[in-house]
T-cell receptor
Framework: AQRVTQPEKLLSVFKGAPVELKCNYS??????LFWYVQYSRQRLQLLLR??SRESIKGFTADLNKGETSFHLKKPFAQEEDSAMYYC???????????FGTGTRLTIIP | DVKVTQSSRYLVKRTGEKVFLECVQD?????MFWYRQDPGLGLRLIYF???????EKGDIPEGYSVSREKKERFSLILESASTNQTSMYLCASGWGSRKDTQYFGPGTPLTV
């Protein structure tokens, strides 16, 4: 069975400071990892996935298979980054997502 | 633009009542999902469906059932609502392919 761990329930960062949201996973096979974001009063939406290797809204995430981690990073936080962030895992070739418990990120002006 | 809609903006029900939550998607997606979202617990999968009339249990199916009679519509049923089913219910849909992701509805907050 797969598991996703987000150790921080709450994270506060000053505007302009670097952001790192931690995500660790356990899965015996080859996983696909995602970050989803939910802004206030908006629906949950995909932020990025590891196979795309893209940067969205300045965020990047690298899959580290050795450390089984998929941390989300941004060099300079902006106020509009305040939101709930969920890390999620899907087994290879499978759409069934397992979500972490989420991290609420607050950017302090 | 993918659109996933949920029938109710919010619901208040009494214990023991039968509750129907409906989800409709307009992108001809094969897969549809029901989650509940609780503070500190994240999203947990209740049921999912990969085709019409097909369904599979998720991680927490107890107390719930589902119905998918048409491709665009996926219903979640609480046979006898209980207070521990008070939650935010999210529906999602997606292609049966790794090239795309799941698209979420706005959520239905249910209070029992």
């Amino acid at each position: 069975a797969q598991r996703v761990t987000q150790p921080e329930k709450l994270l506060s960062v000053f505007k302009g400071a670097p952001v790192e949201l931690k995500c660790n996973y356990s899965y015996s096979g080859s996983p696909e990892l995602f970050w989803y974001v939910q802004y206030s009063r908006q629906r949950l939406q995909l932020l990025l996935r590891h196979i795309s290797r893209e940067s969205i809204k300045g965020f990047t995430a690298d899959l580290n298979k050795g450390e089984t981690s998929f941390h989300l990073k941004k060099p300079f936080a902006q106020e509009e980054d305040s939101a709930m962030y969920y890390c999620a895992l899907a087994p290879f070739g499978n759409e069934k997502l397992t979500f972490g418990t989420g991290t609420r990120l607050t950017i302090i002006p | 633009d993918v659109k996933v809609t949920q029938s109710s903006r919010y619901l208040v029900k009494r214990t023991g009542e039968k509750v129907f939550l409906e989800c409709v998607q307009d992108m001809d997606h094969e897969n549809m999902f029901w989650y509940r979202q609780d503070p500190g617990l994240g999203l947990r999968l209740i049921y999912f469906s990969y085709d019409v009339k097909m369904k599979e249990k998720g991680d927490i199916p107890e107390g719930y059932s589902v119905s998918r009679e048409k491709k665009e519509r996926f219903s979640l049923i609480l046979e006898s609502a209980s207070t521990n089913q008070t939650s935010m219910y999210l529906c999602a849909s997606g292609w049966g392919s790794r090239k795309d992701t799941q698209y979420f509805g706005p959520g239905t907050p249910l209070t029992v």
